[in-house]
């Protein structure tokens, strides 16, 4: 009688550990799909050059200029890499980011150490950026 006894502890003890790490998660497994989507499609768009798209994602920003456009040519990244990544609850995401890129005329590689706070707005669960566009010098 001890024994199934011990069992049944045992099983419920699991399933709790399990239920319970489960429901700590901040985000549904969706939410955490779609954000990781919008990260790398913004991280290729960064790493290929098409800056236009990559200000797409970037929520109340200005789109580029012809000016703009035609300068960031110039510029090739050489990296993107994420150093920090933390999910504070279900509509922030805050990254610390590394870009190396070089100028065409210049070829020295220099690092941007930016901070991205990626939010997600609650109607439509589209992920954007709420911080500054990669200032290339």
């Not at 699991?14 to 790398?40: G, H, K």
């Not at 005329?105 to 997600?120: E, F, G, S």
């Not at 954007?128 to 010098?137: A, H, I, Q, T, V």
Request: charged letters at 30%.
């Amino acid at each position: 009688m001890v024994k199934p006894l011990y069992k049944l502890v045992l099983a419920l003890s699991i399933s709790f550990a399990i239920l319970s790490s489960l429901v700590s998660c901040t985000l549904s497994p969706d939410a955490m799909e779609t954000l990781d989507s919008s990260i790398r499609s913004y991280e290729r768009a960064i790493r290929w050059g098409d800056f236009t798209r990559a200000k797409s994602f970037h929520k109340n920003a200005p789109t580029l200029s012809d000016l703009e456009r035609r300068r960031l040519k110039f510029y090739r990244v050489t990296d993107y890499s994420v150093l920090q990544h933390n999910t504070t609850d279900k509509y922030n995401s805050l990254l610390m980011v590394e870009v190396k890129y070089y100028k065409n005329d210049l070829p020295v590689v220099k690092t941007i150490t930016a901070k991205q706070h990626w939010k997600r707005e609650k109607e439509s669960n589209i992920w954007y950026l709420d911080s500054e566009f990669p200032k290339f010098r």
